[in-house]
Structure formats: C-alpha cells, structure tokens
C-alpha cells in the first residue's frame, strides 16, 4: 500500500502569510494528486486536483510529481484556516494523508 | 452541480449492523462511481468503498472487506452501505462521495454532509 505523509501536521500563521504544505508518497502516483480543505464540522473540498489545477482560488497553488508535493496558499485570508488533507489516486481506493491544521 | 444526502447514522452495539443511505441529485447517478469515506473521531479521513459506475465492480478497504457491502438503487438515485459486525473501531463520520477516476483510482469531488456512526 502507498503511504502519504504530510508535514507539518500543525501549521500556525498570520494573516497575509504565504504558507506551504508538503505530501510525500512512498512511491511514485504520477500527478494522480488531489489536496482537500476541511473546516470543522464540514465535509472537504477539492482545492487543488491532478497535482496543479485549481479548484476554487488562485491564492491557492499546487506543484510536484512523482513522490513529492507541494501546496502552497499566498496572503493567507481568514476563510483559508482549516486543515489540508492530500490524496493520491494512483491506485485504488487511495490512501490520504494524516492532514495539516492551518492555525491563526 | 449536485447534491449528496447521507442517512441511516446511529448508535449500535458491538456486533449489531447498520444500514447507510446516501440520496443523489442534480446529476446522472449512474455514471459516476460513487463511495463511502470516514473520518474517525478528531482523526483524518479513510476511504471505505466503491461502487463503480453503471453495474461496476465494488471494492473495499482491507478493514471492512467481508464485513461491509456498498450497493445502489438506481431507480432511487440512493447508494447504500451495509454494515455488519461492526466495532468500536468502526466509530466515525461517514460521507458518500462522487469518484472521479485517475489513473487506477479515483478522488471524491462532490461530498454529503457525513451521518455519524457510534459504536459502543
């Protein structure tokens, strides 16, 4: 099974900071990549799918290929507090990452 | 865009079953895969099953295979999950999912608002 790794697990950050968050897989799924926002309480949303493509906001960027990938958010905005999780869907089912919370 | 509406959540002894329901709308329920995913209390999220489009095959996580069946109704744009044997581990948020295939699997676009199982 492909095991996908997340870092930091806690994020903490200010308004109007530029945050990145890394996946690592345990071996390669290509750009079969997908990176989720989840709010308290809510269901996670597809913010980025296929590595790169952008879902909801251009603030909102993903990079990478292979075994390691990036998301990064620029001038954080008080609606991106959340945690973030990562998906490979290389193979099926998919495994998730462990998610990182993005703290004030 | 579509909607997902999930049901069924309760709170069951160890070794009872239960049954989700999972109401579709707003787009062709046949044409999509569709699944169910958990997350466990305060944890991070677990895919559990797939139905895949059309009369697809089904899959399942190693954790609950033998013990769950994922089944839809078409007629009833419903998709359903029964749950056998079930555990204290099996505790947790439970959302259906619209499948988008990759490669040889697939990510959830379209989420429902998640129905709470308690086992205890």
């Known amino acids: 099974d492909i095991q996908m790794t997340q870092s930091p697990s806690t994020l903490s950050a200010s308004v109007g900071d530029r945050v990145t968050i890394t996946c690592r897989a345990s071996?390669?799924?290509?750009?079969?990549l997908v990176w989720y926002q989840q709010k308290p309480g809510k269901a996670p949303k597809v913010v980025i799918y296929?590595?790169?493509?952008?879902r909801v906001s251009s603030r909102i960027s993903g990079s990478g290929s292979g075994t390691e990938f990036t998301l990064t958010i620029n001038s954080l905005q008080p609606d991106d507090f959340a945690t973030y999780y990562c998906?490979?869907?290389?193979?099926?089912?998919?495994?998730f990452g462990q998610g990182t919370r993005v703290d004030i | 865009e579509g909607q997902l509406s999930e049901s069924g959540g309760a709170l069951v002894q160890p070794g009872k079953p239960l049954t989700l329901s999972c109401v579709v709308s707003?787009?062709?329920?046949?044409?999509?895969?569709m699944s169910w995913v958990r997350q466990l209390p305060g944890k991070g999220l677990e895919w559990v099953a797939t139905?895949?489009?059309?009369?697809?095959?089904?899959f399942y996580a190693d954790s609950v295979k033998g013990r769950f069946n994922i089944s839809r109704d078409v007629s009833r744009d419903t998709l359903f999950l029964q749950m056998n044997s079930l555990t204290v581990e099996d505790t947790a948020v439970y959302y259906c999912?619209?499948?988008?295939?990759?490669?040889?699997?697939?990510?959830?676009?379209?989420w429902g608002r998640g129905t709470l199982v308690s086992v205890s």
């Open positions: 139905s895949g489009p059309g009369v697809g095959r089904t």
């Open positions: 998906q490979e869907y290389s193979t099926y089912g998919g495994t």
């Open positions: 296929q590595a790169s493509q952008s």
């Open positions: 707003g787009f062709t329920f046949i044409t999509y895969g």
């Open positions: 999912a619209r499948d988008i295939r990759g490669h040889e699997g697939w990510y959830f676009d379209l």
């Open positions: 071996q390669n799924v290509g750009h079969y």
